[in-house]
């Protein structure tokens, strides 16, 4: 650590002398809003221009651009499914302008040109499933009708807008596979599945993790605070659920729920099973843990309780008074499942192949 700017009028002294170099390495992205990328259509998305970005030992300002497929790196398109990366590159010559990469690579652009040295990650998206909905954020059918014929059917594949993050609008953790809800709140895209380790991901076509896992309610929340994410409150799931069409009990089209069904199934797969807030299988599946409790209102025998061995005991009115939330219902409630389902009849070391859960992230 050391002075790296100083006063000299006679600039005889190095630290003196105010270089590029030594601007872009103490340069911030400095942009005129907090989301100066933005999805503006099915496949594109547009850069804002005024934005001064600091790569490697050149500092560039941003005219308005537009992003399509024909910035990725490698393939020829999106894939339902994938996370992307949007990065600002240094062309390496002084004359020319700075060039924009679209990558599935988390660290930089996929090429032998392109390294951490000339390359700043600006944001990124997923592509996945996107409800229509009209300028207010309700679910419509094709023709406009909030909630008219059809609606549930009225789905794309698309780059989901709310899910685009810059580095100034973003979750606190990961952002991969999160999409923003509004009032500073992000949540995950898909149910949450095992990220092969201790934590938890949001991921296409997994299996969510349940208790087949061994997963209950404090287990949940310590898998999620690892990767720094919550359970949500009620609340918070009625606005990423807002949208999801009930479940069906001798069908699977508006989400994994016929009656018949026996298992989980992999998530993101069903068409129309997406919110307004284009949140998956948010009814049905499996049930998701809230962070909110109730107290059983018909136990009165006060005393201590060794439900959690090792962890301590809970001073109850019975063995099982302390009830956890769980949300959306599981694989085979049939019209039981929706956005606004809740239980209140479990409790948190419940431990049931039928409940996993679905988590949220406060902005940065």
Not at 18 to 39: G, H, Q, W
Not at 251 to 276: E, F, L, M, P, W
Request: glycine fraction near 12%; charged fraction near 20%; hydrophobic fraction near 40%.
């Amino acid at each position: 650590m050391g002075r790296l700017f100083v006063y000299d009028e006679n600039m005889t002294d190095e630290r003196a002398k105010i270089t590029v170099e030594k601007m872009a390495a103490v340069a911030d992205i400095t942009a005129p809003e907090k989301a100066y990328i933005a999805a503006t259509g099915d496949k594109t998305l547009s850069v804002i221009g005024g934005c001064v970005i600091g790569v490697g030992g050149s500092i560039f300002q941003t005219a308005e651009t537009e992003l399509t497929v024909a910035n990725l790196d490698e393939a020829a398109d999106f894939i339902h499914g994938h996370d992307y990366y949007i990065y600002i590159c240094d062309p390496g010559n002084d004359s020319q302008d700075e060039i924009y990469m679209i990558s599935e690579n988390s660290t930089w652009p996929n090429g032998d040109e392109w390294d951490m040295d000339n390359t700043r990650k600006i944001g990124g998206f997923h592509y996945g499933r996107v409800r229509n909905v009209n300028e207010y954020g309700q679910e419509v059918n094709a023709a406009g009708a909030v909630r008219g014929s059809g609606w549930e059917s009225n789905t794309k594949v698309a780059i989901i807008p709310n899910s685009v993050w810059t580095t100034a609008h973003r979750p606190k953790c990961d952002p991969a596979g999160m999409v923003y809800l509004g009032n500073a709140l992000w949540g995950d895209i898909y149910i949450a599945s095992s990220d092969g380790g201790q934590g938890l991901q949001s991921a296409y076509n997994a299996i969510p993790i349940t208790g087949t896992e061994g997963l209950n309610w404090y287990i949940a929340n310590e898998k999620a605070a690892r990767v720094g994410k919550r359970l949500p409150s009620y609340a918070e799931w009625l606005v990423g659920a807002e949208g999801s069409p009930q479940g069906l009990d001798g069908s699977n089209a508006n989400g994994h729920t016929a009656t018949t069904n026996t298992a989980r199934a992999a998530v993101g797969k069903i068409a129309n099973a997406v919110s307004v807030k284009n949140v998956c299988d948010a009814a049905g599946d499996v049930w998701k843990w809230l962070d909110e409790f109730c107290l059983d209102p018909t136990a009165t025998a006060w005393t201590w309780h060794n439900v959690i061995p090792g962890y301590g005991q809970i001073y109850m009115p019975s063995a099982t008074a302390l009830h956890a939330f769980i949300a959306g219902g599981s694989w085979n409630d049939g019209v039981h499942c929706g956005s606004r389902t809740v239980s209140c009849g479990v409790y948190p070391w419940y431990v049931s192949a039928g409940v996993g859960v679905w988590c949220v992230c406060d902005s940065l």
